[in-house]
């Protein structure tokens, strides 16, 4: 007796989205983070120099300088100065030549807060003039102006005797 069994098959088929069919498969335009090339050729390095001289030294040098002390040395400068001092000078000058004509001087005393002096010139008028002035703490300038001798204005004359004026010569046509 023979039993024949049938088996029938039941294909389901899902249809399955469009994708175009390429003689190559595309390559993508990123690169994931986990590709790394690996390289196809490493090539060694056929020469490597060696060093021929390697100096060593013979003789430690001496430094030339050595930080000193670690006291601290003495200010190089000296202390400010004290200006509360009371100020007291004389001074005075003169000047007297007859060539030019100059003839000034200047004198001054000061004790203190006090001061006196006086200074004089020559005028062109011929007159010297002087002011005698006094200056005391609060009281400001003082001046009293004098002169001795009288104004002189003399006629003007000029020391040169002016050019000939020009005149052209005659002409005979």
């Known amino acids: 007796m023979k039993v024949v069994l049938a088996l029938t098959l039941v294909a389901v088929v899902v249809a399955a989205p469009y994708r175009p069919r ?17 390289p196809s050729y490493r090539p ?3 020469y490597r120099p060696t060093p ?8 430690r040098p001496t430094p030339a300088y050595r930080p000193t002390p670690s ?16 100020p ?6 003169a000047v007297k030549d007859d060539y030019s004509g100059n003839d000034f001087g ?25 002011v005698t002035y006094n200056v005391n703490g609060d009281s400001g300038y003082v001046a009293q102006v004098s002169y001795q001798g009288e104004a002189q204005y ?20």
């Open 71 to 86: 006291y601290a040395p003495a200010p190089s400068y000296s202390p400010a100065p004290s200006y509360n001092t009371v």
């Open 22 to 38: 390429y003689g190559h498969s595309p390559i993508p335009s990123y690169r994931p983070a986990h590709y790394r090339p690996v």
């Open 44 to 46: 060694t390095p056929s």
């Open 52 to 59: 021929s001289y390697s100096p060593t030294p013979s003789y």
């Open 154 to 173: 003399p006629h003007y004359q000029p020391s040169y005797s002016p050019a000939p004026a020009y005149t052209p010569r005659p002409s005979y046509g």
């Open 106 to 130: 200047h004198q001054e005393n000061r004790d203190g807060y006090d001061t006196q002096g006086s200074y004089s010139v020559q005028l062109p008028d011929g007159r010297l003039q002087t």
């Open 88 to 93: 007291h000078y004389t001074y005075n000058y």
